[in-house]
């Protein structure tokens, strides 16, 4: 089972996004989300109200089978709930150790999970979409007051035991989860994301010279 520590800090830091949304409701202020600023725009800068630094939430879950409800059809051991503030490469570097991969994870690895997901980032397998198509959950903090497990109904992941040992709502929705997984942050603050990895691999590139009028 997940450290109950870590899953206690989780949670305790699920309350304090649900605080700093309150405050800025309450005081009528902006609120983002800052990832790792792999971008180079300025899009999310603000003078006023709040931004919320993620770099610091990464807290990596493994999954045990306790977690996972029976009508699961992948593989318990390759699923990981990452906290929002994880890197491509800090995930990179966990699953490695664990002889697994991420699918894919596009032409850099300096982005946010939740970065990555949300402004969707391109880079794509043979077998595989780009990074968002290896999400099958996400947590979303909507509100001052409420949370959420968003998953789709027709592929189901977790158990009741791991909504209860987050204290979410389980939200199961094609169509919503669709809409939510690439968002830029309008359905609310994501805080963790449930990806799929597979087994370590190794890349090979090949350079061929063409004619140019061919």
Wanted: hydrophobic share 40%; net charge negative.
């Amino acid at each position: 089972e997940p450290n109950l520590g870590a899953v206690d800090s989780y949670n305790d830091t699920t309350k304090g996004i649900q605080a700093l949304i309150g405050e800025a409701v309450k005081n009528n202020s902006t609120l983002r989300a800052l990832g790792s600023g792999w971008s180079w725009t300025k899009i999310a800068t603000v003078n006023d109200g709040i931004m919320l630094d993620t770099k610091a939430l990464n807290n990596l879950f493994p999954l045990t089978a306790k977690s996972v409800t029976p009508s699961y059809t992948g593989d318990p051991k390759k699923l990981f709930f990452a906290q929002c503030g994880n890197g491509i490469w800090e995930l990179s570097k966990a699953l490695r150790a664990r002889s697994l991969s991420l699918k894919t994870s596009g032409a850099s690895n300096g982005q946010t999970i939740a970065g990555a997901i949300g402004t969707g980032a391109h880079g794509s397998a043979f077998d595989t979409g780009a990074v968002q198509d290896y999400v099958v959950g996400l947590h979303i903090i909507t509100g001052a007051n409420k949370h959420i497990w968003l998953e789709r109904k027709s592929a189901p992941v977790v158990s009741a035991s791991f909504i209860n040992k987050f204290q979410t709502e389980l939200v199961a929705d094609d169509d919503l989860f669709n809409a939510a997984l690439v968002s830029f942050g309008s359905f609310g603050i994501i805080h963790g994301v449930m990806i799929e990895a597979e087994d370590i691999y190794l890349m090979e590139c090949y350079m061929q010279r063409m004619p140019y009028d061919d």
